[in-house]
């Protein structure tokens, strides 16, 4: 009885030492995996800020107002200007969809009447 | 344990035999038993003590262990918790109303030597002249051969610069990387922003700090890590500012002015949607301050806050707003302008010695007549009309976020005597920047509550104490309104937008004393739309002369009224305020039956 006791308990070590080995590589390679997440968060953050920077440089007042007038042939931009604010109102309903007709069925009956003798 | 009995019957026996007394030894073996029981009762209590220091001996090894552990080894990034990412080293950014950026940071590298660790020095040195033509060469090559062991190059390279820096291939030729302050979009609100340059500099990093503007105001919100995902949201309009700049640029141009400021600000909130003084600067390319002449020459000087000047004539309608809120007089009382008037031993003339005589309070403020503001400012008294300008901020630098604010302190009158009351009426005597000014167009305009001027973007109305009554501000808004439809400011009707206003035309103070003939500050301050209104514009132009006509004109309402007009066509629509037909004054009903 005692042996078998033993053997199970030095069993149980074994299997506990086991689980313990495989949890600690198991940690670390976590621990490593967000470590390179992370990298890859900051990477993404810092190509963010300088992609928000570029994009802000590129839409400068300064710059956009030159390409309006540099494109003022094709875009015709011009200020906005206070006769241009609409009412509600004022926009049309869309015309009602006129009936399209397709197969028209002559029913002028009186001719037919007038060939019969 | 065998117990030992008290009273043995055979010693007992014994004694009896003997002739002893029996109890003697009953009372040994008590005295025995109790040393006994005492010694067990100290050994415990000694192994508990024992324990107990032990167990303190432990934790407090424990501590210490742990102390010196931290203290030796090398901080490392908490890598297990996941609120570590939260924290962004970098400056926090400044975005404008809607979260357009207003500056942000740039990952560039700075370019530093170390000459012991290079290779050849000389080449390196001339190299390095070609890739920067503002290094000297003589003096790399010193720095490189001499005895130094460090040294900076540069503060700030592009990509394009460090790869050529890295052809060289010289191994003492290093790069630290730098966060730096940009500013996309240039110019831009550069007197807001300010500007910012670095604090202490080591070689894998350096400390960003706000050097002007808001940058500095907000310099501890800005630098704190915890803000770095949350950037400072400013009430400034990008789109509105830029198109105030447009238009003020070209009005400063055709006025011949030396500068120019203007001012728009939020009525119900106090919040500033644009501000511009011109000249401006980069605050990408900060220039350095003056260290002689006059410091409003700088581009750096902020006029909007820093120019404390007498504005003149749109001081009139404080005078006019207070007379009727304390029941004075009503728009149409009718006042004496004619002369002579003399107060305190100076007598007080009009513009161009006119002379308008007996006018209604309001015509005072349409044809700006000094003398009639003067006899109201009398009837006011000296004392309510300090106080009353006080409650309007006019005797404080405004509270606005910027760190020019504070150095723009009024000018305000030694002694205030009856004569300082009538000057100040209309604008002389007293110097305030046109910030204060449009503070106090803002009060008149959102229906007598003070406002103080704010750069941060506000949520909801922040409606100051009230200062006048709104019947007193409704009457000073259709004065106002008259002051356009029919006064000096016709250039300033704005079809749609019912804009009023008024002109204010200072000579410019000499530095020796007294004023100078043909330098003037040329005020227009307005609000619009006059109905229900939302926006106070300053505009304020420096030395500025119209030479369309005959004759140089100068005053206000040839100059300042007609930028202001335009910049307001182009931004009220940019500002969302559709444009109005303005609802035409009831003719009197008359009854005609008899």
């Known amino acids: 009885m005692r042996t078998v006791l033993y053997i199970l308990t ?5 299997g506990l030492a086991f689980w313990a080995y495989r949890e600690n590589y198991a940690t670390q390679a976590a621990l490593s995996r967000t470590d390179d997440l992370r990298s890859d968060i900051r990477m993404a953050h810092d190509r963010l800020s300088v992609l928000r920077a570029e994009w802000a440089y590129l839409n400068r007042p300064d710059r956009l107002r030159d390409l309006a007038e540099l494109n003022f042939g094709t875009l015709g931009l011009l200020p906005l200007e206070s006769y241009q604010f609409g009412a509600i109102d004022q926009v049309a309903y869309p015309p009602a969809p006129v009936l399209m007709i397709t197969e028209g069925v ?8 007038e060939q019969q003798p | 344990m065998i117990r030992t009995p008290l009273r043995p019957l055979a010693r007992i026996l014994e004694a009896r035999a003997s002739g002893r007394n029996p109890d003697a030894i009953e009372r040994e073996n008590i005295r025995i ?53 939260m924290i962004h080293a970098a400056r926090a950014d400044i975005v404008d109303r809607n979260g357009r950026l207003l500056a942000t940071n740039f990952e560039t590298h700075a370019l530093y030597a170390q000459p012991p660790q290079m290779i050849d020095p000389e080449r390196s040195a001339t190299e390095l002249a070609r890739i920067f033509p503002d290094l000297d060469v003589e003096r790399l090559k010193a720095d490189f051969t001499g005895a130094r062991k460090f040294l900076w190059i540069k503060r700030k390279i592009s990509p394009e610069q460090m790869q050529a820096v890295h052809e060289i291939g010289d191994p003492g030729l290093l790069f630290g ?14 007197h807001v922003l300010g500007g910012a340059s670095y604090g202490k500099e080591g070689v894998s990093a350096a400390e960003v700090i706000g050097v002007a503007g808001v940058e500095k105001y907000f310099d501890g919100y800005l630098r704190d890590p915890a803000n770095g995902n949350s950037p400072l949201t400013l009430s400034l309009d990008l789109t509105i500012q830029a198109a105030s700049e447009r238009v003020l640029r070209g009005g400063m141009k055709m006025m011949n002015a030396k500068g120019a400021t203007s001012v ?29 002449g006059d410091a409003s020459d700088s581009p750096l000087f902020n006029r909007a806050v820093q120019g404390v000047y007498e504005l003149g004539s749109v001081f009139k309608i404080f005078t006019a707003v207070q007379a009727m809120d304390l029941g004075l007089v009503n728009a149409d009382t009718m006042i004496d302008t004619s002369g002579p008037m003399k107060v305190g031993g100076f007598s007080i003339g009009e513009f161009r010695n006119k002379n308008y005589g007996t006018i209604s309070v309001s015509d005072v403020i349409v044809h700006s007549s000094n003398r009639g503001t003067g006899r109201l400012a009398i009837q006011v008294g000296a004392e309510r009309q300090q106080s009353f300008l006080k409650s309007l901020g006019f005797f404080e630098a405004t509270p606005f976020e910027i760190v020019e604010a504070a150095t723009g302190k009024p000018l305000l009158p030694k002694r205030w005597t009856e004569l300082s009351a009538v000057t100040v009426s209309y604008g002389h005597g007293l110097s305030t920047s046109p910030m204060h000014l449009a503070a106090g167009y803002a009060a008149i305009a959102n229906g007598g509550f003070a406002v103080k001027p704010t750069l941060l973007k506000q949520d909801a109305p922040h409606l100051g104490q009230r200062v006048m009554s709104d019947a007193a501000a409704r009457s000073a808004r259709d004065m106002l309104r008259k002051v356009v439809t029919s006064g000096t400011a016709s250039f300033g009707e704005v079809e749609g937008y019912s804009v009023g206003g008024k002109t204010g035309t200072a000579d410019k103070p000499k530095k020796s004393g007294g004023y100078y003939e043909d330098k003037v500050i040329a005020t227009f301050a307005t609000m619009f739309p006059t109905t229900d209104p939302k926006y106070v514009l300053i505009v304020t132009l ?37 444009p109005a037909i303005e609802p035409v004054a009831l003719e009197d009903i008359k009854l005609t039956s008899n």
């Open chain 1, 10 to 14: 030095t069993l149980a070590v074994i």
């Open chain 1, 106 to 113: 002559d029913l002028s009956a009186s001719k037919v009447e």
């Open chain 2, 33 to 85: 038993r109790h040393e006994q029981m005492r010694d067990a009762a100290r050994q415990r209590a000694e192994g508990r003590l024992l324990v107990l220091g032990l167990f303190f001996v432990c934790a407090f090894a424990a501590v210490g262990a742990r102390m010196g552990v931290m203290a030796t080894s090398e901080p490392s990034e908490p890598r297990a918790e996941a609120a570590g990412a």
């Open chain 2, 177 to 190: 990387p730098r966060d730096m302050r940009l500013y996309p979009n240039g110019t831009l609100a550069a």
């Open chain 2, 264 to 292: 728009l600000m939020d009525v119900h909130t106090g919040e500033v949607i644009s501000v511009v003084s011109l000249p401006t600067f980069d605050p990408n390319d900060r220039p350095r301050p003056m260290v002689q």
């Open chain 2, 542 to 578: 420096d030395e500025p002369v119209e030479t369309s006509g005959d004759k140089p004109r100068r005053t206000a309402g040839w100059t300042a009224v007609p930028v202001a007009a335009e910049m307001i066509r182009r931004i009220a629509p940019l500002l969302g305020l559709r």
